[in-house]
């Protein structure tokens, strides 16, 4: 008896799955766009990302394994916002770490159905603790977020070493 139930409950939760899936992959504008991001001048989805959290409208790539702490600035990841399966924006973040107690971030927005400027840019400053048992900093003591011109955050970008 116990197993016909859970025989019964398997079937009726495949059934269910089936049925909710229409058989339609959501879109996660992954590699096959990276041609349309360099004619735009977008930067690209990089070799070896993955979509790591793709949850509602949002697409976050970025490597599988993020390593914290790199002596070089990284491209930490590509978040794409997405409303009835067309973009609405794509963002990239770089980071980069100055020391255990300092790190920049820059945010370059693209907005897809904008009206005039469809670039938007951030410099994020973060003061931070460090956590001398894990190594990463643990808490953000101060958070500084400063509007940016695409020139200047290219420019910045430039000089951490990004083409």
């Given at each position: 008896m116990?197993?016909?139930?859970?025989?019964?409950v398997s079937?009726l939760?495949v059934?269910g799955?089936?049925?909710?899936?229409?058989?339609?992959?959501?879109n996660?504008?992954?590699f096959?766009f990276?041609?349309?991001r360099?004619?735009l001048?977008l930067p690209?989805?990089e070799?070896?990302?993955?979509?790591?959290f793709?949850i509602n409208?949002?697409?976050?790539?970025g490597?599988s394994k993020?390593?914290f702490?790199?002596?070089?600035?990284q491209?930490?990841?590509?978040t794409?916002?997405v409303e009835n399966?067309l973009?609405?924006y794509?963002?990239d973040t770089?980071?980069k770490?100055?020391?255990?107690?300092?790190s920049?971030?820059?945010?370059?927005?693209?907005?897809?159905?904008h009206?005039?400027?469809?670039?938007?840019?951030?410099l994020i400053?973060?003061?931070t603790?460090l956590d001398?048992m894990?190594?990463?900093s643990?808490?953000i003591l101060?958070?500084k977020?400063s509007?940016?011109?695409r020139?200047d955050?290219?420019t910045m970008?430039?000089?951490?070493?990004?083409?």
């Amino acid at each position: 008896m116990k197993n016909n139930l859970a025989f019964f409950v398997s079937i009726l939760l495949v059934a269910g799955l089936t049925c909710c899936n229409n058989g339609k992959k959501a879109n996660t504008y992954g590699f096959e766009f990276n041609e349309e991001r360099l004619r735009l001048g977008l930067p690209l989805i990089e070799n070896g990302w993955v979509p790591l959290f793709p949850i509602n409208n949002l697409v976050e790539w970025g490597a599988s394994k993020v390593q914290f702490k790199l002596a070089k600035p990284q491209h930490l990841m590509k978040t794409i916002r997405v409303e009835n399966g067309l973009r609405i924006y794509e963002e990239d973040t770089y980071l980069k770490y100055e020391n255990d107690h300092l790190s920049y971030e820059i945010e370059i927005r693209y907005t897809f159905q904008h009206s005039a400027n469809p670039w938007s840019c951030h410099l994020i400053t973060q003061v931070t603790r460090l956590d001398t048992m894990g190594g990463i900093s643990d808490k953000i003591l101060e958070e500084k977020k400063s509007v940016l011109s695409r020139k200047d955050a290219l420019t910045m970008l430039a000089e951490w070493g990004f083409k």
